[in-house]
């Protein structure tokens, strides 16, 4: 257990420059790890965060009432896992979640572990991609338990590791 407590809510639009501030510190430390590629080009924008925002998807996570993380949780079909290729889904039947866009201020750890605790009250299967290059969000996801299941596209063709845990 980690020694930090989060509280969980929706985002709001009023969020969108302190998140941008999170991704902006994800970047950082995603930088100085060797990941030079995830999130560049002004990713995501404010467009992405205002559309998460109003379609119920995204949330901040606060200790002692400071933003310190934020995540997208987006239940139902994601059309870039229709397809996955070298592997295949643990299960590409029942509803599913999928985590993206989860990124925090580097001094709070279990952030991952929160958000993804936070994701099994709502759904009881997940899914997560991530850049070939972000050994830490690699580390992170399996030590959850979640089992590399292949590779899928994004839409604009890029490649990203796919993983799938399963609530039992």
Not at 8 to 33: G, H, T
Not at 105 to 119: E, N
Not at 145 to 165: P, S, V
Request: charged share 25%.
């Amino acid at each position: 257990m980690n020694q930090y407590s989060y509280v969980v809510r929706p985002a709001e639009v009023s969020d969108i420059p302190k998140m941008q501030f999170l991704f902006a510190k994800a970047k950082e430390i995603m930088r100085a790890s060797g990941n030079m590629h995830q999130w560049n080009n002004g990713y995501p924008t404010d467009e992405q965060l205002k559309q998460d925002i109003g379609l119920g998807h995204s949330f901040i996570m606060l200790s002692d009432d400071e933003p310190v993380a934020t995540f997208a949780l987006i239940i139902g079909p994601d059309p870039t896992y229709k397809i996955i290729y070298n592997g295949k889904w643990i299960d590409d039947v029942m509803e599913y979640g999928t985590i993206h866009r989860i990124a925090s201020l580097p001094q709070y750890k279990g952030i991952a572990q929160t958000a993804f605790d936070f994701a099994w009250t709502k759904v009881h299967n997940l899914r997560v991609d991530t850049h070939r290059d972000n050994t830490i969000m690699q580390h992170v996801v399996e030590k959850y338990g979640f089992k590399y299941c292949g590779i899928i596209h994004l839409a604009n063709g890029d490649e990203r590791l796919a993983y799938q845990k399963i609530k039992k």
